[in-house]
C-alpha cells in the first residue's frame, strides 16, 4: 500500500453461474490469494441470507431475536433433561444449541455469540462429566473458558477435575493454578488444587519406593 | 626566477583532481541513495490483498476470447468491501498497538528514526485507507459507510474466537483417542496383576507358563507393582506416539 492511487491487479475470473470468484487460470494463484477468495466467497454466499430489504449487514444492535430464543429453548431443554439425570440427552441438547451459536452470522456481536458458548460449553462439559467421558468434558471446559475467561469458575474447575480423572496431573495443576488467577479465591479451586497437589505428592513417593 | 616547471607540478595537480572528483562523486552517490531510501522507506504493512481483490474486481478485463467484460454483481462487491473493512480492522488494531510500544522505544533511542517514520506514514495511511472504504461504502449503499466497519469489526472476533474454538474441537478428538487407548491399557493392567496375584498365590511353577502367554513386557512390571495403576503425567499429544516405549521405560526403571 505505499501509494494510496494504485493498487496491484490480480486478474480474477468469475463464474457466471454461481458469481463464484477464483484466481484466472493463466496465473498461478499464491496459497494466501486462494485463501482469501475462499473467505470472500463465502462471505458473498451469507450476505445472499440475508432478510431481503437488507442489502448488507444489519448494524450488529440490535440483534435478530428468533435466534437467541432458540439457543436458550433449547440450553432450557438440556438442563431439564440434565434435572432427570438423563445426561446423554442433555448433552445432545447442548450440542444443537451450540450448533446454532457456532452458525451465527459473522457480524452478529461476537459478545453474544461469547456468552452463549461458553454456557453451552460449560453444562455440556457437566453432562459429560456425568457420563464419564473426561476427555469430552476437559475440551468442553477448555472451549468454555476460551469463550470467557473471568467468572467461568465452574468451567475452570470442571476441566481440572476431568484432568485430575485422566491422570494428567501436571497438566491439572498447571491449569488449575491459572484458573486461580483468573478467578480470585474460589473455594472449588483451592480445594481442587490441594487434591492435586497431594496426588503428585503420592505419586512422588510411589516412584521414589 | 618564475620559471615554473610545469612537468614537475603536473604530478600532484593530477593528484588534487582525482582527489577532488572522487569526493565530488561519492557525495553525489551517497545523497542520492540517502533521498532515494527515505522516498522509498518500507512499508509497514504488506500489500493489501483484499483492497487489491475489491480493485481488480472493479476493473475486470475481458478475458481471452470473448470481448465483453465479465459482469461482475454488486453483491459480490460488498462482500469484497466488507472484507477489505475487516483486514483494516486488524491493521488498525496492530497499529494501536504497535503504537505506544514504538514511541517509548524512540524515546529511548533503541530504534531508528526510520521506523518511527515508517510508522506515520502506515498510521497516516490507514486514515486515508479508512475514509476511502467509508466513501465506498456509501457509494455503494446508502449510509453504509457508517456500520460498515461495525460489522467489520464482529467479523474480526468472531473469527479470532471461531478459529480458538476449532482448534480446541480438531485437539478433542486425539484427547479422545489418547484417553481411549489409555483406559484399556490400565484395565489390562488391573487384570494381569490380578491374575499375577493369584499365581503368586497358586505358587511358582506354572508362573513360567503363563508368562509365555503374555506377549506384553508390561505385565511382568506391573505385577511386581504395588499399585496398578501409572498415572502419566504427560500432555496427551507426547504420550500418544510414544506412550508404549515410555512405560516400558518407566517400568524398567523400577
Known sequence: MSDLDSFDFIPLHIDPKSKAISAAAQTPATRALEAELAALNTLHRSLHGLDPPHLVPPPPVPVNPKRSANIGKLRESGNAEYRKQRYGEAAKFYTLGLQMALTRAAWEPSQLVREELHALYSNRAQAHMHLGLWAEAASDAEASVEAKRQGNAKAWFRRGRSLVEMGRLAEAREWVARGLEFEGEEKELIELLKEVDAKMEQEKVKRDA | ?254
Not at chain 2, 150 to 164: F, G, P, T, V
Request: proline share 4%.
Open chain 2, 1 to 254: 626566477m618564475f620559471d615554473i616547471d610545469w612537468r614537475g607540478l603536473l604530478l600532484p595537480l593530477a593528484y588534487l583532481g582525482v582527489l577532488a572528483g572522487t569526493f565530488m562523486t561519492f557525495s553525489r552517490v551517497y545523497r542520492k541513495r540517502k533521498a532515494f531510501e527515505s522516498a522509498n522507506l518500507a512499508p509497514w504493512f504488506g500489500p493489501h490483498l483484499q483492497r487489491n481483490i475489491y480493485l481488480s474486481l472493479l476493473h475486470m478485463e475481458p478475458e481471452e476470447g470473448s470481448e465483453k467484460t465479465p459482469k461482475v454483481p454488486d453483491s459480490v462487491i460488498r462482500a469484497a468491501l466488507l472484507r477489505r473493512a475487516v483486514e483494516d480492522i486488524h491493521r488498525i488494531i496492530q497499529i494501536r498497538t504497535a503504537k505506544q510500544a514504538c514511541s517509548s522505544l524512540l524515546q529511548r533511542g533503541s530504534v531508528g528514526d526510520d521506523l518511527w517514520q515508517r510508522f506515520q506514514r502506515a498510521e497516516k495511511e490507514m486514515e486515508e485507507e479508512l475514509r476511502d472504504v467509508v466513501m465506498e461504502a456509501n457509494a455503494l449503499v446508502p449510509n453504509w459507510g457508517q456500520i460498515i466497519f461495525q460489522s467489520a469489526n464482529e467479523i474480526a472476533a468472531n473469527k479470532a474466537l471461531r478459529d480458538r474454538i476449532d482448534e480446541i474441537e480438531a485437539q478433542t478428538e486425539k484427547d479422545k483417542e489418547w484417553w481411549e487407548k489409555r483406559r484399556t491399557n490400565i484395565k489390562t493392567e488391573l487384570m494381569k496383576e490380578l491374575e499375577a496375584e493369584a499365581e503368586a498365590e497358586e505358587g511358582q511353577q506354572d508362573h513360567e507358563g503363563s508368562e509365555k502367554g503374555q506377549t506384553n513386557s508390561k505385565s511382568s512390571v506391573a505385577g511386581s507393582e504395588d499399585e496398578p495403576v501409572l498415572v502419566e503425567t504427560d500432555t496427551p499429544s507426547a504420550a500418544s506416539p510414544s506412550g508404549a516405549s515410555k512405560k516400558k521405560k518407566q517400568g524398567g526403571k523400577k
